[in-house]
């Protein structure tokens, strides 16, 4: 059997339903599940002084993380509609070592992130993508911050509980 170990990697814990209702949940994603995701800032590589959350559109978006469940679902931030059909839901979890976050989407592929910082104002990785997410183009490290959501959107309370 499969034991996964989750460092902390929390500055303080947020009280949350789902967390308090799963407390063999690791304390990343008790975290992640907390409140509702929202992308903010996009940095390619090390320059950190121009936001390009407009030249890659598709990492940005709302998200949902259920400690309980593993479970995660992302959000247009205009609409609100999910993004689940197309790799935007799906089952998370973090390596042993907690340096990375493991996304595998009911549909698409998988998704590895370095962790940046994770508390309950901020979460934030990198990741290996070409540049503009066009095929061919030279990798680029992407940096992808998100705050928490205080809009007006309805979002469900929980992500989609998956395929049926």
Do not use: K
């Not at 989750?6 to 409140?35: K, M, N």
């Not at 059909?85 to 973090?94: C, I, K, P, V």
């Not at 290996?128 to 998100?146: A, D, K, M, W, Y």
């Amino acid at each position: 059997m499969l034991r996964l170990v989750f460092p902390l990697l929390v500055a303080s814990a947020a009280s949350h339903a789902q967390g308090a209702d799963c407390p063999q949940a690791g304390s990343a994603a008790q975290t992640l599940s907390s409140t509702a995701w929202l992308t903010t800032e996009v940095y390619e590589g090390d320059e950190r002084t121009q936001n390009l959350i407009d030249q890659y559109p598709a990492v940005v978006g709302i998200s949902l993380w259920d400690a309980c469940s593993n479970r995660f679902e992302y959000f247009d931030p205009a609409s609100g509609t999910s993004r689940r059909a197309t790799g935007g839901g799906g089952y998370f979890l973090f390596t042993g070592d907690g340096i990375n976050q493991i996304t595998l989407p009911d549909n698409g592929p998988t998704l590895h992130r370095r962790m940046e910082a994770l508390d309950v104002t901020r979460f934030t990785y990198s990741r290996q993508v070409p540049r503009h997410f066009i095929e061919g183009q030279q990798e680029v490290t992407l940096h992808v911050v998100h705050t928490p959501y205080t809009g007006t959107l309805a979002l469900p309370v929980r992500p989609d509980s998956g395929p049926r």
